[in-house]
Structures are given as C-alpha cells and as structure tokens.
C-alpha cells in the first residue's frame, strides 16, 4: 500500500487497512484470491486506481503523524511547571 499498489489478502487476517473492493480485494479461498489477482492483471486502470486510494489510506496508519499525535495529547495533559518554582 505504502507504494501504491492494491492489496490482496485473506478475509480471515481482516486487515484494518484493506478496504475490499476500494484498496485491494479480500478473498475466503486460494481462488477467490487467484481471481483478484488475475482482476488486477487484467485491469491496469483499475490497478492504477485501487493503488491511489490504497496509498492515500494507508497515511492514516504512519507512524510519524500518530506519534506526533500522541505527544501533542500527553503534553496537553500534563501539568506544566510554574516558572516561579
């Protein structure tokens, strides 16, 4: 997802950053998962397409902005010091 392209994974697994049917395809069998594949392969545009938004989604998942997100939170939270102290 991170490089653009379309995930194919089993609905058991569950992944929370695959969108089935907008950024990548779940699959219960060997060949619903075979299917998606030769989907994919069949369909540059739609490879092209489930990639964008699978690469837009899954920036919602960085690290990066989380934790900067996480600071902001725990700094909020925490007393701050008086400068007379």
Do not use: N
């Not at 994974?9 to 990548?24: F, S």
């Not at 919602?60 to 939170?73: A, Y």
């Amino acid at each position: 997802m991170p490089c653009g392209l379309p995930v194919i994974a089993r609905t058991d697994y569950r992944p929370e950053t695959v969108l089935d049917g907008q950024t990548g395809y779940l699959g219960r069998s060997s060949d619903e998962l075979r299917a998606h594949v030769e989907r994919l392969i069949a369909s540059p545009e739609l490879w092209k397409t489930m990639g964008r938004a699978a690469r837009i989604h899954i920036e919602k998942f960085d690290w990066d902005p989380i934790t900067r997100q996480w600071e902001d939170i725990f700094l909020r939270l925490t007393p701050r010091k008086r400068a007379a102290e």
